[in-house]
């Protein structure tokens, strides 16, 4: 049986490494197996910034690849967490028509509640990074041809 409360908290803990995907379809599952390339990614980004600075361009294409993945995460365990039970039990759960395993308790509201708080958080600060360092480019790029 397929647990809603521990699919929920392992996209929202685990998820950019694709742990969810691998407790919910098997080690068979290729989003499971793609889903660390960003990841990894976005955290070399983040050590460009730390061992370069700010204005190492590439890290400004890399960061957000970790923030938009870890959302996303966080946009799949509220989902999870918001299964209605007999749809999860039909999905997840065959022949377990009434299986307690699809139910949503209080820990399952708890990741769906950090999910929404994180992900939201990690979304906004990806897109407002991505968009500053676009309009300081654009910015740099004007000062250069106008003198």
């Given at each position: 049986?397929?647990?809603?409360?521990?699919?929920?908290?392992?996209?929202?803990?685990?998820?950019?490494?694709?742990?969810?995907?691998?407790?919910?379809?098997?080690?068979?599952?290729?989003?499971?197996?793609?889903?660390?390339?960003?990841?990894?990614?976005?955290?070399?980004?983040?050590?460009?910034?730390?061992?370069?600075?700010?204005?190492?361009?590439?890290?400004?294409?890399?960061?957000?690849?970790?923030?938009?993945?870890?959302s996303a995460?966080?946009?799949?365990?509220?989902?999870?967490?918001?299964?209605?039970?007999?749809?999860?039990?039909?999905?997840?759960?065959?022949?377990?028509?009434?299986?307690?395993?699809?139910?949503?308790?209080?820990?399952?509201?708890?990741?769906?509640?950090?999910?929404?708080?994180?992900?939201?958080g990690v979304?906004?600060?990806?897109?407002?990074?991505?968009?500053?360092?676009?309009f300081e480019?654009?910015?740099?790029?004007?000062?250069?041809?106008?003198?």
């Amino acid at each position: 049986m397929k647990s809603k409360t521990l699919a929920a908290w392992l996209a929202f803990l685990a998820g950019p490494l694709g742990l969810h995907r691998f407790y919910l379809h098997g080690f068979r599952d290729w989003l499971g197996w793609l889903l660390p390339i960003p990841s990894f990614l976005g955290a070399h980004g983040v050590w460009r910034i730390l061992e370069f600075g700010q204005d190492d361009m590439l890290s400004w294409w890399l960061v957000p690849l970790l923030g938009f993945t870890f959302s996303a995460c966080c946009l799949t365990a509220i989902l999870y967490g918001l299964t209605p039970r007999e749809k999860w039990n039909a999905r997840f759960n065959p022949g377990g028509d009434d299986a307690p395993a699809g139910a949503t308790r209080w820990l399952t509201i708890g990741a769906i509640v950090a999910s929404l708080m994180l992900g939201t958080g990690v979304l906004m600060a990806s897109l407002v990074y991505s968009f500053q360092k676009y309009f300081e480019y654009q910015v740099e790029e004007g000062r250069k041809i106008s003198q």
